[in-house]
């Protein structure tokens, strides 16, 4: 059973270009979680998902960042115009069901570079 | 609201000794409570889990947890440190009942010498 994809592992933007990155959750799981995580900080969630439905997107900024889960096909998480702020590793995480007590499987991670 | 501390930023053991890495958690009701492992330039990966029940939970790569609800803390612990145990440690709190969003500690790094 593979795990959680993301792709691409690493991507380097200029200012003003937009970014997509895209996450795979694990086969049978239906709940996709983003989080942002800075140097020398802890994580911090952006966007809960579940396929065609945005759940929760308390933790992620008005402008600019938008998340889809469509039926098909992987999550994206969109930042356009990026900013050199924006430099973080960005995480998935799937869970099969909503249940408070299931355990959330992460990805590898995908690191934006802002030039 | 929930809330998750681990006042250690980071913990420095020798290899062969036990380790303890601290949170402490802040919720009005029952928790649920996750440790997280994350290697360099990796993903988290889970460790272990507190739903209910026994209050020792065991988990992997030989290291268990305590959750004591008096003092609302579920430290991490191993009985022997190995170097490859290097790594940073996430201690994470749901609220039963509350936000399916769980809160994560700022992380703990621990650094095991040989």
């Known amino acids: 059973n593979a795990g959680v994809m993301q792709n691409p592992r690493h991507l380097v933007r200029r200012r003003g270009q937009e970014a997509r990155l895209r996450c795979s959750p694990m086969?049978?799981?239906?709940?996709v979680y983003w989080y942002r995580q800075l140097p020398e900080e802890g994580l911090k969630f952006m966007v809960y998902?579940?396929?065609?439905?945005?759940?929760?997107e308390s933790g992620m900024p008005k402008e600019r960042f938008s998340a889809e889960f469509p039926k098909e096909g992987p999550s994206i998480l969109r930042i356009q115009q990026v900013v050199r702020g924006d430099s973080a590793a960005y995480f998935c995480?799937?869970?099969?069901?909503?249940?408070?007590?299931?355990?959330?499987?992460f990805g590898p991670g995908t690191r934006l570079t802002v030039l | 609201a929930q809330s998750v501390a681990q006042p250690e930023d980071q913990v420095n053991v020798a290899e062969g000794n036990p380790l303890t890495v601290k949170c402490t958690y802040s919720?009005?009701?029952?928790?649920?409570l996750f440790w997280y492992v994350q290697y360099p330039n990796r993903g988290l990966q889970f460790l272990l889990k507190?739903?209910?029940?026994?209050?020792l939970v065991k988990g992997s790569y030989g290291f268990e947890a305590e959750f004591n609800k008096s003092q609302t803390s579920f430290h991490l612990k191993k009985p022997s440190a190995l170097v490859s145990d290097s790594a940073l440690y996430f201690c994470?709190?749901?609220?039963?009942?509350?936000?399916?969003?769980?809160?994560f500690g700022r992380g703990t790094s621990l650094i095991v010498h040989p």
């Open positions: 995480a799937s869970s099969p069901i909503t249940d408070r007590a299931d355990t959330q499987y």
């Open positions: 086969k049978g799981h239906s709940h």
């Open positions: 998902l579940q396929k065609e439905n945005i759940i929760d």
């Open positions: 919720v009005s009701g029952n928790p649920y």
């Open positions: 507190y739903i209910t029940g026994d209050n």
């Open positions: 994470a709190v749901r609220l039963s009942g509350g936000s399916y969003i769980p809160t």
